[in-house]
């Protein structure tokens, strides 16, 4: 089992900046490439970020490239997100998942085990 826990949401006004935490237990955290998703209200949660094992490779949808940018410690067993210049259409729920295969990373049925999730809400 990995426990996942997400930290770091907020309210915040457009243009500002925001950093999520996702802090990983129970199994070696290296032996797993981590995502972003988010979920806003009335919509299909979607894909935001994943990076690979070492943090060699990443993958971004093209709504956050050029602003957020995942990276991962495994020392600490933590994944982030740091999203900049955050806009309205960034409101939703993050959650972070973990995922022990080697393909379909950028989609929902990639990963295994997922956590409860962290409120962005993006003001104008």
């Known amino acids: 089992q990995v426990q996942l826990v997400e930290s770091g949401g907020g309210l915040v006004q457009a243009g500002e900046s925001l950093r999520l935490s996702c802090a990983a237990s129970?199994?070696?955290?290296?032996?797993?490439?981590m995502g972003w998703f988010r979920q806003a209200p009335g919509k299909e949660r979607e894909f935001v970020a994943t990076i690979s094992r070492n943090g060699g490779n990443t993958i971004y949808a093209d709504s956050v490239k050029g602003r957020f940018t995942i990276s991962r410690d495994n020392a600490l067993n933590t994944v982030y997100l740091q999203m900049n210049n955050l806009k309205p259409e960034d409101t939703a729920v993050y959650s972070c998942?973990?995922?022990?295969?080697?393909?379909?990373?950028?989609?929902?049925?990639?990963?295994?085990?997922w956590g409860q999730g962290t409120q962005v809400t993006v003001s104008s």
């Open positions: 998942a973990a995922s022990p295969f080697v393909s379909r990373i950028t989609e929902r049925g990639g990963y295994r085990y």
């Open positions: 129970g199994r070696t955290f290296s032996n797993y490439a």
